[in-house]
Every structure is written in structure tokens, then in C-alpha cells.
């Protein structure tokens, strides 16, 4: 039975057509479990359709031969095309249309609304009083003004507690004076801070009558609406070019004694009264809703980004043939070696595995949004906040890994930038930093599985969180050939065993003397291997939920063929703490390693089709070798001649060089 035919095209390549055939499952039915639903897989379609009839987003030069301003000049024209078009292609004020919209269109390299929408108006929406709101809410969205959230400085991006950019009040005046009174002081790093917005959260230390109140958001107008010139008291521009996302303008900016209305601190949660005095937020750490927020986004996004290059590599590897097997008259695809399929489709099961985490915490954060602004009850945060904080870490740099790998298993083509793996690996690796840095947010979901296993050692297990509960678990013996709740119990006495000992280590620091600081310090290897295992139990759970709440057959099966994949290689890749600490036989070992082996051959047959599942267009994958139509050699060709090197025979730097130089050493 085939169940692809609305997409198997006769002019594409034959080998791609013919994967596409043996698929055991339908992509449009594998798209809904994808996005979470029939009406949003739907929607996405119907999006890519009317956008691929919109002709002035059609046919647009490849990026990389763009020049930094080229490519914002770029993004620029697109974003204005959208403009136009907004009302009709997408629900307004829907995030995730929006959010496809702008992928789909603008591609990945940044655009003057990425942080607008995934940060500016976000912040609004949480920390912003209803009258603010108001004001400013309305704008955003109808884009009138581009807002960005500026809280990073060039001395400090980790530790908030030391950003030096100050908000004194004035009561006399009844405004807040922003100020940057050093160098390190200066925002850096805000994305489209530099050129595009004309607004700005931007967090600063709140001092009101000599007293520091800590990082609190204020809304600024940097810009002037009509000139787009800075505002006198205002410095800002552009940082320069990045290892990606050049297509952004993340930038600098700096205060001085630029005075702003008191309304004009976010009040939803906290107050400054008209003579000075403070209302206390009900939570101290409400002011990082906004960070929480992308955090919460980040494996769904990360697991997008490897599905990308996942998509290009997998297509790729199905129309590139190299080498013989058996029949020595025609050579092999190369996604028939087995090395290549141990390269990819562990990462194709973590791309599913990461999306149903993202599908979860991101309704985890709508829910705590709605608790906190409806009921003022922020009972969720602290659970949300080392959920987020310990995946963010996990999955960008499994992400990055995952890449990599994908462009390697491109051979020499995954190099040029025709395959577009470099750009998605540049801009997807970015995660591993923004938004906390990896070792620190790995740090902070240490905070609460110590105090976890420090509740379960004072006698208070009851107190525990549903996702801790796996630290009460006694040591069993277990027989993994009963299924994947076999593989949960090993991986939960592993994340047990390192949580434990990672917190007998603090202990046994501070017994001999240290404070708590300096015996973390001394421990934070330990605790952040804790974290990681923890995050990774969380992944695994999340995925086998998932996969056993699907109701069509034929994609349940397919996707339990995945989900075998990761049981065996997570296991088999944490192996050596289940060894060191007698968890796991080697004959266990030697068990797990053939499962991973016959799932690669189960899987191999569904491979495409699970990556064509993605249902991403060429104008969005943007890359030679991940051509749906899979025709990929002659418009190499094509690409490489559109290169602007070859636009003339010879180059100036021939003639103004090389040949005088050749001349000379004639002589
Ligand atoms: C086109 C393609 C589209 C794809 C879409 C992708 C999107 C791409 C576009 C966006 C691109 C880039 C965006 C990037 C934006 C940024 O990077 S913004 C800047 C982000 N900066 C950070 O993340 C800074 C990291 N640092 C921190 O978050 C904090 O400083 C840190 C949490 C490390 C510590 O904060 P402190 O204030 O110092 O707190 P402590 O004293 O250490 O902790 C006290 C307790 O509070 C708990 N805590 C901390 N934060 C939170 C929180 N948010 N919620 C709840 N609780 C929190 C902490 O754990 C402590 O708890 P304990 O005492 O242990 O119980
Ligand atoms: C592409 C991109 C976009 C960005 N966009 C924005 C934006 O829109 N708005 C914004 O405000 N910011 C933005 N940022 C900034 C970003 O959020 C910060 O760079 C990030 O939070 C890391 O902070 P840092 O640069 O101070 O790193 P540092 O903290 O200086 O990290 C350097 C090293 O120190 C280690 N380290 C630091 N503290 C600790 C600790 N307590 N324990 C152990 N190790 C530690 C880190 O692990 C790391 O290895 C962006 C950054 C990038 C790369």
C-alpha cells in the first residue's frame, strides 16, 4: 500500500520516489503528532500554500551570497511583503502561525521581529498591567512600533544580580532615570536591538531612594517614531557579525540619565508608587517570565532546527550513491550503510523526542502564565523554571551534535553552504548560550534535585514533585526485554544513583569546612552530570507518553521503531555509570546493542518519510541538497554558477595581483 501518492511526483528523482513508496505510514497523519494537532498541521499547509502563490516570495537569491546588509535589507522587503498579506494568510495574534510564517518565509538567519515577537510581546503580555497593556499591547501586535528585550550587558549576560545599568526613581518628577555609568555597563547582545527597533524592554537594577530593588523590566522608547533617529540620551547600534544569525541586528545600547514616566516600569506584578514606595512582586523571580517563556519554546525550536538538517541528510543520503554491497552493478544509496544510519537516526528520534517535550512545556508555561496573571498563583514557577532550564541545556547540545553529524553524513557537499547545514548548526548551537548559558542552567536544575534528594534524606519524600518522585525508587533487578518500562526503571536508578552521590559530595564539602558556595563549586561537575541524567529520564518518559497516546496504528508503529532507537542508544550511552554502579550486566549491554542495530533496519524503510513528515518547503529548508524533488547534482551546478566569483572570467585580483606577481617571477 502506498499512502504518499498526493506527493510522489513523477519528475522527482527515482530513488526519492521510490522511499517514499515503501513508507508504512501516512506524512499528513504523522504531521499532526508532529504539531500537536490535525487543525495546526492543517494550518501550516494551508499557510505554505498561500505563500508559495505570493510571487514576491518566490525565487529570492540564496542568502549566502548575501552581504550582512543585503540579508537585513532582505529580511526587511519579506517582512514588508507579510505586512501585506498578514490578514490573510494567518490567524492574528495567533504565535504559532506566526512563528511558521516567519521561518517559512524570512528562513533562519534573524529578522527585525524575532525578538518582537518571541520576547518584546510576550513581556507585555506577562509583566504589563492591564492599562499598559493598553497602551503599548495593541501597537505591538499591530506592529506600529519594534520592540526588543534588552537585558544582556558587555560585562554581565549569567549573573542578573550584577547588571550594572540603573533605574533610579524620581519622586519629584514622578520618572525613572536609566543610566549605564560604565563600559560593562552597555546592553550587547539583544537581538534586532541595534537597527530595527524603535522599543525596548530593558532590564535594569531598580534603585529608589539609595536602595537597589534588582533586575526589574521597563518599556523605552529608543527611537523616534517618525525619524527613526536615537533619542537624545541615547546611544545604540549594531554589535557586528556573528558566527550566524547575520541576518540580526543585535546590539549595544547605553543610558544617559535618559529619563522615562514612572508608568513605564511593568506594574502587572510589582509597584512603584508616586512617592517612592514598593509593592513586592508575589514571587521575587517573576521578573524572568520572559526567559522562562523561550525556554519553555527552546525544544520545540531546537528539535525543528535538527529536523532541518535531518530532512536535507536523510533526503541526501537516499539519492547519493557511493560504493557497492552485494550487487556489484549499481552502486548503494548511502543511507543503506549502516555507519550512516548510526550517524542519523538516533538524531531523528531525538528531533521527535525533543518536539513532544516542546508540545509540553510550552502549555506548561501558557498554564503557569494564566495561573500567575488570573489567580496570582505562582506555585508553578519554581518546578517550570529547572524543567526549562535543565532541557534548554540538554537539548541544544544534543541539537548541535545532531547537526554536525548531519553535515558530515553529507560528505564533502554538507560543507558548502548549498546544503544550508552550516547556517542551521550556527544558529541552533546559539542556544547552547542565549537564553542562560548551558553550564548554568544545568546548575540551576541541580538547585532542585539537591533539595530533592535532601528532602528524601531528612524524611520528607511526601514533599516531592511528581518528576522527583523517581528518587524514592529502590534498587530492583530488571529484565529490559518487557518493554520500554523496563528501560524507565534502569534510567531512573542511574539518574537516582548520580543525584545522590553528586549531593553526598556538596555534603561531604561542607562537612570538611567549605560554604556552600565553594563545596558547589567543587561539586558542579558531579551536579551538572545529575541534571543532565534527570533532564534525560524527563525526554525519555515524555517521549514513550506520547508515542502511547497516538491512535493511528501505522504511525504509532512507526514511531515506536523511533522510540526503541532512543531507549536502546540513550542506555547504551550512559552505560558506563549503569556498569561502574552494577545496574546493568554486560550481557544486558551486549542485549541493548542489538536492539539499537535492528531498529536502524527497521527503520530504514520509513526514513524519509519520517523527515518528509516535517512537511517543510524548499523555500524554508533553503538548501540544494534537501531538495524535496531530490535533483540535487545539476542545481549544485546551477548554485555554484550564480556565485558572484563567477560573474566574470577574470577577477580583479588577477589582474591586479596574481599576474604582475607571475610576471615578475618570469623575469
Ligand atoms: C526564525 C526562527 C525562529 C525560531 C525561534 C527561536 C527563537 C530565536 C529568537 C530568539 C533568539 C535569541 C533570544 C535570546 C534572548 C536572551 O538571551 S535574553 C537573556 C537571557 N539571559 C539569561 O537567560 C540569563 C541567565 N541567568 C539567569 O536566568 C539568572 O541569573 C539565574 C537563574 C542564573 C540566577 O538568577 P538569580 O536572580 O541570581 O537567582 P539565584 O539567587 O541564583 O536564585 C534564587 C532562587 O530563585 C530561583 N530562580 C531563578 N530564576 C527563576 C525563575 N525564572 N523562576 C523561578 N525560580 C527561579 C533559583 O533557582 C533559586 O531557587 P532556590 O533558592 O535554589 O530554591
Ligand atoms: C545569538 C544570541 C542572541 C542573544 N540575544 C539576546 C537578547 O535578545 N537579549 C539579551 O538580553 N541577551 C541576548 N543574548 C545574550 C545571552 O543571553 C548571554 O550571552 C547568555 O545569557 C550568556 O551570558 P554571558 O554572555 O554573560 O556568558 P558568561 O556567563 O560570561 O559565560 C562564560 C562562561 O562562564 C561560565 N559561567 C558563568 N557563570 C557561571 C556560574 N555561576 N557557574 C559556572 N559557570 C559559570 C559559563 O558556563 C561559560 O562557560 C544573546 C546571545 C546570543 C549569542
Known amino acids: 500500500m502506498s499512502f504518499l501518492n498526493k506527493e510522489i511526483c513523477d519528475g522527482d528523482n527515482p530513488d526519492l520516489t521510490e522511499e ?57 522587503r519579506e517582512l514588508d511583503v507579510l505586512s501585506d498579506h498578514w490578514e490573510q494568510l494567518i490567524y492574528v495574534n495567533d504565535e504559532e502561525e506566526a512563528l511558521h510564517l516567519h521561518r517559512e ?3 533562519m538567519e534573524g529578522h527585525p521581529f524575532a525578538l518582537h515577537e518571541t520576547m518584546f510581546i510576550p513581556t507585555l503580555v506577562s509583566q504589563a498591567s492591564d492599562e499598559q497593556q493598553e497602551k503599548w499591547l495593541g501597537r505591538a501586535r499591530k506592529r506600529e512600533i519594534i520592540g526588543c528585550y534588552a537585558q544582556t550587558e558587555l560585562g554581565h549576560g549569567s549573573n542578573l544580580r550584577k547588571l550594572e ?33 524603535n522599543y525596548a524592554i530593558v532590564m535594569a537594577d531598580l534603585v529608589i531612594k539609595n536602595k537597589s530593588y534588582g533586575p526589574h523590566p521597563f518599556i523605552v522608547q529608543l527611537r523616534d517614531e517618525k525619524t527613526h533617529q536615537p533619542l537624545p540620551g541615547i546611544t545604540v547600534g549594531d554589535i557586528g557579525p556573528k558566527m550566524a544569525f547575520n541576518g540580526a541586528d543585535n546590539g549595544f545600547l547605553g543610558f544617559d540619565h535618559f529619563r522615562i514616566p514612572r508608568g513605564n516600569l511593568l506594574m502587572r506584578h510589582n509597584r512603584v508608587e508616586p512617592d517612592g514606595s514598593y509593592l513586592k512582586p508575589p514571587h521575587a523571580k517573576i521578573g524572568y517570565s520572559s526567559m522562562v517563556k523561550v525556554r519553555s519554546r527552546m525544544a520545540m525550536d531546537q528539535g525543528l532546527f535538527m529536523a532541518q538538517a535531518l530532512v536535507i541528510a536523510v533526503r541526501y543520503s537516499a539519492v547519493r550513491r557511493q560504493g557497492f554491497l552485494e550487487d556489484k552493478s549499481q552502486e548503494v544509496k548511502v543511507l543503506d550503510y549502516q555507519t550512516q544510519q548510526h550517524r542519523l537516526f538516533p538524531s531523528i528520534a531525538r528531533v521527535y523526542a525533543f518536539i513532544f517535550c516542546g508540545l509540553e512545556t510550552i502549555q506548561l508555561y501558557e498554564k503557569l502564565i494564566l495561573d500567575v496573571n488570573k489567580n496570582g498563583d505562582t506555585s508553578g514557577m519554581a518546578d517550570l523554571h529547572s524543567l526549562t532550564s535543565g532541557l534548554k541545556s540538554v537539548v541544544t547540545h544534543f541539537t548541535g551534535q545532531g547537526i554536525e553529524q548531519a553535515r558530515m553524513a553529507c560528505g564533502g557537499h554538507g560543507y558548502s553552504m548549498a546544503s544550508y547545514i552550516s547556517e542551521i548548526y550556527g544558529v541552533a548551537v546559539a542556544g547552547c548560550t542565549y537564553e542562560g548559558e548551558n553550564m548554568v542552567m544545568l546548575l540551576q536544575c541541580a538547585r532542585a534535585l539537591v533539595k530533592a534528594v535532601e528532602l528524601v534524606e531528612e524524611g520528607h519524600p511526601e514533599k516531592l514533585s511528581p518528576m522527583m518522585a523517581y528518587l524514592t525508587k529502590p534498587s530492583v533487578t530488571v529484565d529490559l526485554t518487557v518493554g520500554p518500562e523496563a528501560y524507565v526503571k534502569i534510567f531512573q536508578l542511574i539518574a537516582k544513583k548520580q543525584a545522590f552521590k553528586a549531593t553526598e559530595q556538596l555534603h561531604k564539602f561542607m562537612v570538611a569546612g567549605d560554604s556552600r558556595d565553594v563545596a558547589w563549586n567543587k561539586s558542579a561537575v558531579e551536579l551538572t552530570k545529575a541534571s543532565r541524567l534527570h533532564t534525560r529520564l524527563y525526554i525519555l518518559k515524555t517521549f514513550i507518553r506520547r508515542v502511547e497516546s497516538i491512535t493511528d496504528i501505522s504511525v504509532k508503529a512507526a514511531l515506536t521503531d523511533l522510540l526503541n532507537l532512543h531507549l536502546n542508544y540513550e542506555l547504551l550511552d550512559v552505560a558506563s555509570y549503569a556498569l561502574a554502579d552494577g545496574i546493568m550486566s554486560s550481557t544486558q549491554m551486549d542485549f541493548i546493542k542489538n536492539q539499537l542495530y535492528s531498529s536502524l533496519e527497521k527503520i530504514r524503510p520509513n526514513a524519509v518519510s519520517l523527515m518528509d513528515s516535517f512537511q517543510f518547503s524548499d523555500l524554508q529548508l533553503r538548501s540544494v541538497l534537501g531538495r524535496r524533488d531530490g535533483h540535487v547534482y545539476q542545481n549544485l551546478f546551477e ?29
Not at 59 to 70: G, H, N, S
Not at 183 to 192: F, Q, S
Open 105 to 107: 518565509v524570512i528562513g
Open 20 to 76: 517514499r513508496r515503501t513508507a508504512t505510514f501516512d506524512t499528513d497523519r504523522m504531521a499532526q503528532v508532529i504539531y500537536g494537532s490535525e487543525k495546526f498541521a492543517a494550518r501550516r499547509r494551508q499557510i505554505t500554500k498561500s505563500i508559495s502563490r505570493i510571487p514576491a516570495l518566490q525565487d529570492t537569491k540564496p542568502l549566502a551570497f548575501m552581504t550582512r546588509e543585503e540579508k537585513i535589507t532582505e529580511a526587511c
Open 165 to 197: 545599568t540603573t533605574a533610579t526613581y524620581s519622586p519629584s518628577t514622578q520618572e525613572f532615570i536609566l543610566h549605564t555609568p560604565t563600559i560593562t555597563a552597555l546592553k550587547w547582545w539583544p537581538g534586532a536591538l541595534g537597527k530595527s527597533s
Open 639 to 667: 548554485w555554484a554558477k550564480s556565485s558572484p566569483l563567477n560573474q566574470s572570467e577574470v577577477l580583479p585580483s588577477v589582474t591586479q595581483y596574481l599576474k604582475p606577481m607571475m610576471e615578475k617571477s618570469k623575469l
